[in-house]
């Protein structure tokens, strides 16, 4: 299994591996999006949800961010890696959550 396999599910638009510091991996990013920018945020977005499940005592499942045309999640892989990936609003994202938990369960090979 590699990150094609979430990037080809319906209504995926990109799906990239980042590090947890920021650095972009592989994968696919949007046409004119700045991948420095778009991983560093990405990683920012995830660390900054990780520690308010942390002050509710609860777990992270994902972020997801909405914008008028498509949406955004943010997944914890491991304690390096992140998975960031945008679709559309009709995306099937249990199906992405399932594929990247299967993908994460096998250990992330890049």
């Keep these: 299994m590699s990150i ?11 799906a990239s591996l980042i ?3 920021g650095e972009y991996l592989e994968g696919t990013i949007p046409p004119d999006t700045r991948r420095d920018t778009f991983s560093a945020m990405s990683a920012i977005i995830l ?6 499940a942390i002050e509710l005592n ?4 994902k972020v997801s961010v909405g914008f008028d045309s498509s949406l955004l999640m943010i ?3 491991d304690s390096q890696c992140l998975m960031a990936v945008i679709g559309t609003p009709e995306a099937d994202i249990d199906k ?9 369960g096998n250990g992330i090979k890049h």
């Design 4 to 14: 094609d396999d979430i990037a080809s599910i319906d209504g995926v638009i990109s």
């Design 19 to 21: 590090t947890r510091g």
């Design 47 to 52: 660390g900054a949800a990780e520690r308010s």
């Design 58 to 61: 609860d777990s992270l499942l």
């Design 75 to 77: 997944f914890g892989l």
């Design 96 to 104: 992405i959550i399932e594929t990247t938990r299967v993908w994460k």
